[in-house]
C-alpha cells in the first residue's frame, strides 16, 4: 500500500487524480479501523496531516468556513457560540482521544448514516465544499449523503471545507445510545431555530440509509411555533412536532436496535430537543 | 547460645500479608509500557494467520491450499492432516485442532498459515479454496435437547446433552402457601479482554518448542499440547507471557497448538495475534441460559421450596460446559435455607460459539433467576425483599442442596444489612451535570422521563475446583544470602491474569519468612502445575502452597540455626527469634553459604463428586458471598439506564492485600453491570452479528458509578490465613441488583438480560 502525503492542497488534489482510488485519510479514526478489520485495502492512503489549507477555520459572510481536517475537540472547544449545534454533536463523537483526531470531513467522507456530525450539518443547511483539479464546487448537506456510506464526491474529488451558517437561534443536538458515553447512535436528532427568519432545520442520524431532514416536521413547527410572544410552548405542537420527525426516519432493526425503537426514540428526542431550543431563545428576541 | 548481648527484634519486613504493597507490573501497565504476549518479538520470526470457517455448520467437501502456498512469503500453509493428534478439549476432548470433515461454530479454525509478514500470512489464507456443503445449524439449546433434534457430536452418549446436573434434596411435592414461577433469560456475555489471544512459539535445538503464551493455566495447556502434537512433555516448554486480562476466556486453548505446528513444521519462531474480530472467535463465552423457576413460601415468608430447570447452551463443543451446569445446579437455590428443592441442570450443545469459562462459572446466571425470583415473592408476601432475603439467609451451618453443610462463616444476613444500611443517595435537584443522566454525555435528557429505582441482590458462589477435582498448587521456595542480604525466591507456574498474584506471593513470603527482598520468579512449567486462574481459587491454593514451602523453609532454617547452637522458633524481620521473640541471630550468619529451597505440592481438603441422581455430595471446597444494592436512575421514555450507585459488602475471610480485593469488586460489579445494561454477544442462526468493540459494549467510566464497599473478615478455618476467594462473587449478584431496580423504576417484569432500551419502551 502507498502512502502518499501531500503538503500543499494543490499537491493533495494532483494526487487524487491520479491516483482516485487512493483513500483519503486525515484523523483515521475510521479508515483506520477499516483496515484493520480488512474492510477495505486500498492501494493508497492520501494523507492530509500536512495539508495546512484543510486544518482551520475562518468566519466570512455569516459563515464559519471549516476546513476538512480541523478535528472535534477544536470544534468543541473554538466554536461552541457560533456552531453549537455542530459542538454539541462533536461532544458526542467517541472517547477525548477519538475527538482530538476525528474530523468533519472525514465523517462526511466515511457517509456514515450514523455519523455524528451529518444531522447538525443537515439541519442547519451547511454545504460542502469539495475540489479537484478540474475545479471547486459546492454541494448542499442535505444532498450530500445518495446511499449508506456513498455520497455525492467524485472520485478525483477531495472535501475541503464545510460552509456551516453561523446560529441564528438555539441549536441541539441529542443522540441515543446504549451506552453512557464513546458510543455509536442508535439514532440522533438535531434541531436549529432561526429566530428572526422564524425557520426550524431539522437532522435525523442513523435512522434511514442516509441522514435525514424531516421536512413536515420543520413546515410544521415554523407555522405553530408562537414566534415573538416569549410563549412556552403547547404541548400539543411539541408532541406533533414529535410524531412528524419519528414519521420522516426510514429505520431499519438491526444489532444496535429495532426499527420501531429508532421510530419511538426520535420522537422523544425531537419533543425534548425543541422544548430545550425553545426555552433557551433569547428573551430581547422573543419579546 | 553463643550470643551474649541481646539485640531487640525490629520487625522492619513491610508489604507482608494484610498490607498492600504496589503491584510491580502496575506502573509499568499504566504508562503503557507493560510487555503483553501481543509484544513479543524473536528475530527472523513468521507470523500465523488463522482461516475459519464463516459457517455454524457445514460439511467440508473439500479444501485445497495450493493457491495459499504459491503466495510469495509463504512458509507453510497446514491443515488437519499436519496435527499429529487432531483432538483435544480442556475437560472433555472433543474439539479439531484443525476442522476434518465438519464445522460445528462459525469461526472455527480450518487451516493454518505461516508467513514472513502478517499481513501476506492473511491474504495466503483468504487465497485456501474450501468446499462446504452448508448444513442448517442447531441454535435452540431446547430444541437440540429433543430426541429428534440432529446430533451434533455422535461419539457422545446422551444426544446433544453434555451434562444433565439433576439436584434431589427433600420432599419430592411439597406445598406451600404462596407460589411464585418465572422464566429468565441471560444473553451470551464476552470476557472482553483487552489483551487478544497471542503468543510466540519458538522451535529448540533439543527437537522440542517453548511456546511464550498469555494463558490462564501452563499445565493444562502443555497437557493438552503434548497430546494434539505427540510429543513427551519435557519438549513441549510453556512460559507465561504478560496477560491482558483472561476472566475465563483463556482457560481453552486458541493459538496454542497452531503456532506450536507452525513453528515445528517451519523450523522458525511463530508468532500469533488475534484481532479484535478475530478475538471474539477465538475463546469461548459466557453460557447464555434459560431458566424456569417456581419458589414455594409460607405466609410468613418462610421458603417451602425451589424448583427450576436450567438449560445453559454451550454451544459447539463442551469446554468447561459440565463443570459449569454443575455450579449452576448446585448453586441454583442460591445463599438461602431452602428444605426441598429439585433442580435439573442442563448443558447442551448447539451450533452456536462454544461456550464455557466465565468469572461466575455457572453461578452468574442462576443468581440472577433466583434473585429475580426472590423479588417476585416478597411482592407476592407483600414483604420487603430484603427482609424475606435475610428471614431465609444461609448461614453457617445451613444445608445446601447437595446435602452439604457450610462450614464455615456465612454472613448472608449481614451482608444484606450492610448494603441495605447504607446511605441512599440524594436526588439532585437544580441543572445536571449530562454525565449524571441516562444517555450520559449523548444529551438526551435534562432529567425529563427519569425515574429512581433501588434494587438487591445476593449470591453464592464456590471457590476452587469442585466435584473431587484433584486441585492442588506447587511452589519452589528458595531462601540464600545474596549480597549481603536474605533473599527469598519464589517459583510456581501460576498464571498472572492481573488479579495480583505476583504481588501476594511476595507478600506471603515475607510473612512467613520475615524476609524483606523476595523476588517472583517467571511463571513456567519448569516446577509443577499451579492450578488454574480461575475459580476464585490462586490466592487460596497458590498462596497455600506458596506458605506450605515457606514452612518448610523455615524448618530448614531452623535446623540450621540449631546445628549452629541457636534454640531458634521462628523467622522475623531478618532474624532468627526465639519463642520470646527474642533476636538470636542474623539470619545471613546463619544462612551462610547454604541455600535453603523447598518444592511443596499442596492441596485443599478435597471435595467429591455429585451422586449423578440425587445431587448429593460435598461438591465445593468453600462458599463466597457478596450482596449488592443497586440505584439506578432510568429515562422511561428512552429506555436509557444510568446506574447511580453501587454499594457492595462481600465477605472475603481474610483481606490478604486490601487494595487488591477492592479492585476486584468494582472490576467484577462492573461486569455484572455490564450483564445487566449492555453486554450481548448477538447471535442469529449461529452467526454472530457484533463482533467488535463497536457494537460488543462494555461500561466505560460513565456507565460505572461510584462504589461504597464493606469488606467482612470471617476467617474461614479451612483456608490459609482463613481467605475466601474474592474474584467472582461480586460479579454474581450486580446484575440483579441492577435489573431489580430498574424493574422498581419503571414496573416492568423484566425476566431477560442484558436489559435494553427497547424492553423499557416496549417498542
Request: hydrophobic share 40%.
Amino acid at each position: 500500500m502507498d502512502f502518499l502525503r501531500p503538503s500543499t492542497l494543490d499537491e493533495a488534489l494532483a494526487m487524487k487524480a491520479e491516483f482516485p482510488d487512493a483513500v483519503p485519510i486525515a484523523g483515521g479514526t475510521d479508515v483506520m479501523v477499516e483496515l484493520n478489520f480488512d474492510v477495505r485495502r486500498p492501494p493508497a492512503l492520501l494523507d492530509l496531516g500536512l495539508v495546512t489549507e484543510l486544518s482551520g477555520w475562518t468566519r466570512e459572510n455569516g459563515h464559519v468556513r471549516l476546513g476538512a481536517t480541523v478535528p472535534y475537540t477544536r470544534i468543541v472547544t473554538e466554536l461552541g457560540d457560533v456552531l453549537p449545534g455542530l459542538a454539541m454533536a462533536a461532544r458526542t463523537v467517541g472517547s477525548p482521544q477519538i475527538r482530538n483526531r476525528g474530523t468533519v470531513g472525514g465523517n462526511l467522507g466515511s457517509a456514515s448514516p450514523a455519523g455524528d456530525a451529518h444531522p447538525p450539518l443537515v439541519a442547519v443547511g451547511a454545504d460542502i465544499e469539495v475540489a479537484s483539479t478540474r475545479g471547486s464546487r459546492t454541494v448542499p448537506a442535505r444532498e450530500f449523503f445518495t446511499a449508506p456510506k456513498k455520497s455525492a464526491l467524485e472520485p478525483d474529488e477531495l472535501i475541503v471545507a464545510i460552509q456551516v451558517p453561523e446560529a441564528a437561534g438555539p441549536q441541539q443536538f441529542a443522540k441515543v445510545g446504549t451506552r453512557n458515553a464513546m458510543v455509536i447512535a442508535v439514532c440522533s436528532f438535531a434541531v436549529t431555530l432561526d429566530v428572526a427568519g422564524k425557520g426550524v432545520g431539522t437532522g435525523i442520524g442513523s435512522a434511514g440509509p442516509t441522514p435525514l431532514r424531516a421536512l413536515e416536521a420543520e413546515r410544521f413547527a415554523a407555522a405553530e411555533l408562537p414566534w415573538g410572544s416569549g410563549e412556552p410552548l403547547q404541548e400539543n405542537i411539541v408532541r406533533a412536532f414529535g410524531e412528524l420527525v419519528g414519521a420522516a426516519a426510514r429505520p431499519i432493526d438491526d444489532v444496535r436496535g429495532t426499527a420501531a425503537y429508532r421510530r419511538h426514540a426520535l420522537s422523544v428526542l425531537a419533543r425534548r430537543t425543541l422544548g430545550w431550543a425553545w426555552r433557551s431563545v433569547p428573551q430581547e428576541v422573543a419579546k | 547460645m553463643t550470643t551474649t548481648t541481646q539485640q531487640p527484634l525490629i520487625t522492619n519486613v513491610t508489604g507482608g500479608v494484610g498490607d498492600s504493597p504496589m503491584r510491580p507490573d502496575g506502573a509499568q501497565k499504566t504508562r503503557g509500557e507493560f510487555a503483553y504476549s501481543s509484544d513479543l518479538w524473536a528475530d527472523d520470526m513468521l507470523w500465523g494467520a488463522t482461516l475459519r470457517s464463516p459457517h455454524p455448520y457445514a460439511r467440508v467437501k473439500g479444501l485445497d491450499i495450493t493457491e495459499a502456498l504459491k503466495l510469495p512469503g509463504v512458509h507453510a500453509v497446514l491443515t488437519h492432516e499436519d496435527v499429529p493428534d487432531n483432538i483435544y478439549g480442556l475437560e472433555h476432548p472433543d474439539q479439531p485442532v484443525l476442522a476434518v470433515d465438519i464445522v460445528r461454530y462459525q469461526g472455527e479454525p480450518v487451516a493454518i498459515v505461516a508467513a514472513d509478514h502478517p499481513e501476506t500470512a492473511r491474504r495466503a489464507a483468504d487465497r485456501i479454496v474450501v468446499d462446504y456443503e452448508v448444513l442448517t445449524p442447531v441454535t435452540d439449546a431446547e430444541a437440540a435437547m429433543r430426541p429428534d433434534a440432529p446430533v451434533l457430536h455422535p461419539a457422545h452418549e446422551g444426544g446433544n446433552i453434555v451434562r444433565h446436573a439433576p439436584i434431589r434434596f427433600g420432599e419430592e411435592n411439597p406445598v406451600a402457601d404462596v407460589v411464585v414461577t418465572g422464566e429468565y433469560t441471560v444473553g451470551m456475555q464476552d470476557q472482553a479482554f483487552l489483551g487478544p489471544e497471542s503468543g510466540l512459539a519458538v522451535p529448540a535445538e533439543d527437537g522440542g518448542v517453548d511456546l511464550y503464551i498469555a494463558t490462564q493455566w501452563l499445565h493444562a495447556d502443555q497437557r493438552q499440547l503434548t497430546k494434539a502434537l505427540a510429543m513427551p512433555e519435557d519438549k513441549v516448554r510453556l512460559h507465561l507471557a504478560g496477560v491482558g486480562g483472561a476472566f475465563g476466556a483463556r482457560e481453552d486453548l486458541s493459538m496454542q497448538v497452531h503456532a506450536c505446528l507452525l513453528a515445528l513444521h517451519t523450523r522458525k519462531p511463530v508468532k500469533i495475534v488475534y484481532g479484535r474480530e478475530e478475538s471474539f472467535f477465538g475463546h469461548v463465552h459466557r453460557h447464555p441460559a434459560l431458566m424456569r423457576y417456581e419458589h414455594g413460601a409460607t405466609r410468613d415468608g418462610d421458603l417451602v421450596y425451589v424448583k427450576a430447570e436450567i438449560i445453559l447452551d454451550g454451544g459447539a463443543y463442551a469446554s468447561t460446559t459440565a463443570a459449569v451446569t454443575g455450579n449452576a445446579a448446585t448453586l441454583g437455590a442460591g445463599p438461602y435455607r431452602v428444605p426441598n428443592v429439585r433442580i435439573d441442570g442442563y448443558g447442551v450443545y448447539t451450533n452456536n460459539p462454544p461456550c464455557g469459562a466465565m468469572r461466575g462459572f455457572g453461578a452468574v446466571q442462576a443468581c440472577f433467576a433466583y434473585e429475580s425470583q426472590m423479588d417476585k415473592l416478597a411482592a407476592a408476601l407483600d414483604m420487603d425483599p430484603v427482609d424475606l432475603r435475610i428471614r431465609n439467609a444461609a448461614e453457617r451451618g445451613t444445608v445446601m442442596p447437595t446435602g452439604q453443610v457450610i462450614d464455615s462463616p456465612a454472613p448472608v444476613a449481614e451482608l444484606l444489612e450492610l448494603v441495605r444500611a447504607k446511605p441512599l443517595p440524594a436526588i439532585p435537584t437544580g441543572p445536571r451535570d449530562l454525565r449524571e443522566l441516562p444517555g450520559g454525555v449523548s444529551n438526551t435528557t435534562h432529567g425529563e422521563g427519569v425515574v429512581r429505582g433501588v434494587g438487591y441482590g445476593v449470591g453464592i458462589k464456590n471457590v476452587g475446583f469442585s466435584e473431587g477435582f484433584d486441585d492442588y498448587s506447587t511452589a519452589r521456595v528458595r531462601l540464600e544470602v545474596i549480597a549481603g542480604e536474605p533473599v527469598v525466591s519464589v517459583h510456581t507456574a501460576a498464571a498472572e491474569v492481573g488479579q495480583g498474584l505476583v504481588t501476594l506471593k511476595a507478600q506471603i513470603a515475607r510473612t512467613e519468612l520475615g524476609v524483606q527482598r523476595v523476588q517472583i520468579q517467571p511463571s513456567n512449567t519448569f516446577v509443577g502445575s499451579a492450578g488454574s486462574s480461575s475459580a476464585s481459587r490462586q490466592s487460596y491454593v497458590t498462596g497455600g502452597a506458596v506458605r506450605a514451602a515457606c514452612e518448610e523453609v523455615r524448618a530448614g532454617v531452623l535446623e540450621l540455626a540449631a546445628a549452629r547452637g541457636f534454640a531458634a522458633t521462628g523467622l522475623a524481620g531478618g532474624k532468627v527469634v526465639s519463642a520470646t521473640n527474642e533476636v538470636l541471630a542474623d539470619l545471613v550468619d546463619v544462612l551462610g553459604d547454604e541455600v535453603v529451597e523447598r518444592t511443596v505440592e499442596w492441596r485443599h481438603r478435597p471435595t467429591a463428586p455429585l451422586d449423578p441422581v440425587t445431587g448429593q455430595g460435598f461438591a465445593h471446597v468453600q462458599y463466597a458471598f457478596a450482596a449488592h444494592r443497586a440505584v439506578v436512575d432510568v429515562d422511561v421514555e428512552l429506555g436509557l439506564v444510568r446506574v447511580v450507585e453501587l454499594a457492595c459488602a462481600q465477605d472475603v475471610g481474610r483481606a490478604m492485600n486490601p487494595d487488591a480485593v477492592l479492585g476486584q469488586i468494582q472490576g467484577g460489579s462492573a461486569q455484572g453491570l455490564g450483564l445487566a445494561v449492555m453486554e450481548e454477544i448477538q447471535v442469529v442462526d449461529g452467526v454472530v452479528r457484533n463482533p467488535s468493540f463497536t457494537d460488543y459494549l462494555i461500561p466505560t467510566v460513565l456507565d460505572m458509578p461510584p462504589m461504597t464497599i464493606d469488606v467482612l473478615e470471617r476467617a474461614d478455618p479451612h483456608a490459609p490465613y482463613g481467605l475466601r476467594g474474592v474474584g467472582e462473587p461480586p460479579t454474581l449478584s450486580s446484575t440483579p441488583a441492577i435489573a431489580a431496580a430498574i424493574r422498581a423504576a419503571t414496573g416492568l417484569a423484566l425476566s431477560r438480560v442484558p436489559v435494553r432500551p427497547e424492553h423499557i419502551v416496549g417498542a
